[in-house]
């Protein structure tokens, strides 16, 4: 492979991931089945291998919720 990586290409993806699990997450919860949120955040985000604070975290749970 000799195309040139993109600066920022993996933050990109990240942010991507991030908004898919978050998106995912929220369906669940409005079909019942995952009550508590930042758990479940947690738990996909460390599934998929993306590190978060615990503060990001809360904020993305009560975006959620």
Known sequence: MDEPIEVGSNEAANVERVEGIVAQ???DVAAGHVTNVAEALRQRFDDAGI???PE???Q?????S
């Open 25 to 27: 997450t929220r369906a």
């Open 51 to 53: 590190a978060v604070s």
């Open 56 to 58: 990001q975290l809360e």
């Open 60 to 64: 993305l749970a009560s975006e959620v």
